[in-house]
């Protein structure tokens, strides 16, 4: 028991706590910025963020991911709030945790394993590219001195690493571009421009809502779409950690963490989150490895806001916008632009429609619901090839060699490959080279074995692997529609 308490949370202390600390100073206006999405007030995405961190870093099944407040999940609420008020949102955060732990033990996780690679690739670029876009509006109203801090602290965040790791360069960066904004006095935008923060903890707290069917009936469909958003973020972001720290992840316990932080979370007036990619990488960049990491982001965000809200408010945004370009910066896969010469055409589509509609709707969901969609076809096009070549045997009978998937995209081919009035009396079908995959392909072969019987001639199929031969015994030649 001690070893495993060891093992994922104090092997990496200094690191995880000094990235943890990094963490949390970027998740405070990123959790403003999304509580303005939504509708709510700012400490409604600060609470989220401390409960959903301090929460999944026990529940979760990725050491070392953020979790918290996401722009993707605050798009999803906006409606609800402004129709109904925030306490049914709170409500809608509580049905979201509930769904997403009914489907963490249904093993809802091995859904990752079906989402292509040209898709993950064009979510984490769509990504980067929202994260960029993002930051544009701190420079609204700004002069060259914001441009001058973001520089200043994107030198310190790529230079430093050099000559010392002692520290994290993003957190480094993030003091001494404050420290010298305070000392000089300039006059830039800070987070305290953002707004109004409170020094008081989360407190239990029931949704004031009638607990109705009514009630229900209004909340589901945005606690569902939050809970299917949330599970395809944080699987999409734990997979790519699993690569950054060659490390392997519990993907359903991760569901059911997910679930359980969000249920919790809606009891102490936050909205429903999920893992978020760019934290993530600011955390694994700083050093955060373990479940310590993702536990300090929380704890000291709410220190933070609690005993330094006055300190916090004056933290330059140039400093959190320097820190979220080097996030984008290192988020995007450069080399898939490199490779895409040498990738199939198809894959390089996939990749470039997922980040076009992530980056249209600022909905990760869409992009890669359409991406897996516009794979599924690419891949049932490539497979829908079957052809026969035929052979006259010593004994007079005609032997078809089948070679390709038989399966609803194939059938229609597939009864075009005989030659039914002029083939011999006998007829051999071989599926050595082929796999019969579904209800409509046994349809075929026996609408084929049905045409060479009103011609009458005689069908005998051979070669077929155990899976085949299987599925046609469990269906039968003759139930399936043949005459």
Known sequence: MFQQLHKHWFTNTRGDILSGITVALALIPEAIAFSIIAGVNPMVGLYASFCIAVVIAFTGGRPGMISAATGAMALLMVTLVREHGVEYLFAATILTGVIQVILGWLKLGKIVTFIPHSVITGFVNALAILIFMAQLTHFEGQGWVMYGLVALTLAIIYILPRFTKAIPSALAAIIAVSIIVIAMGLNVNTVGNMGDLSNLPPVFHIPAVLWTWETLVIIFPYALSLAIVGILESLLTATIVDEMTDTG?????????????NFITGFFGGMAGCAMIGQSVINVKSGGRTRLSTLVAGVFLLFLIMVLGDVVKQIPMAALVGVMFM?????????????MRRIPVADSLVMVVTVAIVVATHDLSKGVIAGVILSALIFAWRSAKIHSSRVIQANGAARYTITGQLFFGTMMKFAELFDYSDDPEYIVLDFTHSHVWDHSAVTAIAKVIAKYKDNGKTVTIEGLNKESQNLIDKIGLHSTGSH
């Open 327 to 339: 996030v984008s910066i290192g988020t995007f896969d450069w080399q898939s632009l490199t490779s």
């Open 249 to 261: 992840s519990d993907k359903n316990r991760e569901i059911k963490g997910q679930g359980i932080a």
